[in-house]
């Protein structure tokens, strides 16, 4: 393998009439596939479909779980869920909607009892929104929704692949325009093109930290020369006004000579290779960023390349001044690690699904200083490997000393089989940590279900919060169309969410594929699920 993951590929295929048949393959959202170039999402709105930031329905709880989409049988995935520090019974989540179009939320005032859902983005000038996060500003009274948002040519070229924020004055039920927070620039094969992706929000809403109310946003800024990737560092920008103004953008991954010794571009050990940032606010006020790298070549074994780790930088300043990254983990995923789907992505055995060892890094609200970081990767599995065999894990690695030192992997759950997608949050109630991922089993089966582990590293309690197991071997969007798995999805979604509530209720929202199709028997749907601990 050479460079060509580092490319970037800017030209992508527009999903012309996505939801108006059954079987419909759509190319995934932007991220990291193993052995795979990062490539933005593109996606158009169905003719005819709703789109705006209006009302549309409530769903009732039914019981253990929720479906939260009740607008149409068509696919939502990669849902985010945040918990106003202020009112527990008060939640907003969101997903990428493929049915109404681009980026849903589902506010409960209830405690999750009843849902009102809508769009938060518009197509007012030809834009289209997804990777939807959300975030509570306690002190300003509003709710701020960061997404990504796109033009496309009428040939399905990407352009101006803008980072905004939405506000929202009424609790999560309509939203203000977006204000450009992180500028987009140029189309696929310009001279110079600025594309950014996976966005995250948080805000700091602890009253004795003299950032009080500040709100961070950050993204991976991936540049390209004429169609050829250059480098994608990680940027942040912050708001003190509820919104309504951020600071100049800035980069914030840093430089290490000895974290980041592979370079594309730039100078020497700038740490330029990044994704999956997210950012995170300790009790005091600083403020802490988890991404993925893939410079460090003392961590790629032989005949692999791109080997991830995890860095994180921090600001005591309120997201003015950054240090320079500190090493939290390396991961087995490079490029002989994981099974190849019929996309180029990584996928676990037998299925098709795109995979990635994203989590996220946490502060623990209870503690200056500690932070969790949740990752998974297949070091427990056949890698290195020109067949590779999936028994991927998640895993959690821990800081005492805000980022600078952390612990050896510790496995959240010891059974056999895959794990992937986790997310952590900590309770602020009892300072548990909380790890949401998804589960095959130790039989490695064609479905799968979505578990919840509560403690301490290497002292959880697993508890399947999924009543029904998912099918994504037999989906009726998303399809492979391989020989060998035809109805296998291609994609799920990138991540899943959770979120505890100061009354130290657990909020977890995870892609769900039990529902049987209306349009092909013996296939499934694609939706966002609920439960609460």
Not at 314 to 326: A, E
Not at 332 to 348: A, F, K
Request: proline fraction near 6%.
């Amino acid at each position: 393998m050479t460079k060509t993951r580092c490319m970037l590929l800017l030209a992508a295929t527009a999903l012309l009439g996505l939801f108006l048949a059954a079987g419909v393959r759509a190319e995934p959202p932007g991220g990291e596939g193993e052995g795979a170039e990062k490539t933005p999402f593109v996606r158009t709105v169905a003719p005819g479909a709703k789109h705006n930031w209006s009302f549309e329905c409530s769903v009732a709880s039914g019981g253990l779980n929720t479906n939260l989409d009740c607008d149409d049988p068509f696919p939502n995935n990669e849902p985010n869920i945040v918990v106003d520090a202020s009112d527990p019974q008060h939640m907003i989540a969101s997903s990428n909607d493929y049915g109404s179009c681009c980026d849903q939320y589902y506010t409960s005032f209830n405690g999750g009892a009843t849902w009102s859902t809508g769009n938060m983005s518009t197509e007012e000038d030809g834009r289209t929104g997804s990777d939807p996060v959300t975030a509570n500003d306690v002190k300003h009274h509003v709710a701020l929704h960061s997404s990504l948002n796109y033009k496309f040519k009428m040939d399905g070229e990407a352009c101006n692949g803008d980072v905004v924020v939405s506000p929202s004055k009424d609790g999560g039920l309509t939203w203000d325009k977006p204000v450009v927070v992180g500028f987009g620039k140029g189309c696929d094969l310009d001279p110079r093109q600025v594309f950014n992706d996976k966005e995250w929000i948080a805000t700091d809403n602890n009253p004795s930290s003299r950032f009080y109310g500040r709100t961070y946003v950050t993204w991976t800024a991936f540049l390209a020369d004429h169609g050829e990737y250059v480098e994608s560092p990680i940027m942040e920008t912050y708001s003190d006004d509820g919104g309504k103004h951020w600071s100049t953008p800035q980069e914030i991954s840093g430089s290490s000579t000895s974290l980041c010794t592979f370079q594309t571009a730039g100078n020497a050990g700038e740490c330029d290779e990044d994704q999956a940032s997210v950012p995170t606010v300790g009790p005091d006020g600083t403020v802490y960023v988890g991404f993925m790298n893939s410079q460090n070549q003392a961590t790629w074994e032989p005949g692999e390349v791109f080997e991830d780790q995890y860095l994180v930088v921090s600001s005591t300043d309120g997201g003015v001044h950054w240090s320079n990254p500190s090493f939290a983990v390396a991961m087995e995923d490079g490029s002989r690690d994981y099974p190849i789907n019929v996309d180029g992505r990584q996928t676990l055995t037998g299925y098709q699904v795109r995979v990635w060892g994203a989590g996220n890094v946490v502060a623990d609200p209870t503690q200056n200083g500690r932070l969790y970081l949740a990752f998974s990767d297949n070091r427990n599995g056949l890698h290195d490997s020109d067949h590779p065999v999936t028994n991927s894990d998640v895993f959690v690695v821990q800081s005492n000393d805000g980022g600078q030192h952390w612990t050896t992997p510790t496995p959240v759950d010891p059974g056999a089989g895959d794990q992937w997608f986790p997310w952590a949050d900590v309770n602020p109630v009892n300072g548990k940590l909380g790890v949401l991922y998804h589960d095959r089993g130790s039989s490695n089966g064609p479905t799968y279900t979505t578990a919840l582990a509560e403690g301490q590293p290497g002292s959880f309690v697993k508890t399947t919060v999924s009543t029904q197991p998912s099918n994504p071997t037999m989906s009726e969007f998303f399809q492979a169309e391989d020989p060998n798995c035809e109805f296998c999805a291609v994609f799920h979604g990138d991540y899943i969410g959770l979120a505890y509530g100061s009354d130290g209720h657990a909020n977890a929202t995870w892609t769900d594929m039990r529902d049987p199709s209306p349009f092909t028997a013996g296939l499934f749907l694609q939706f966002i699920y609920y439960a609460r601990r």
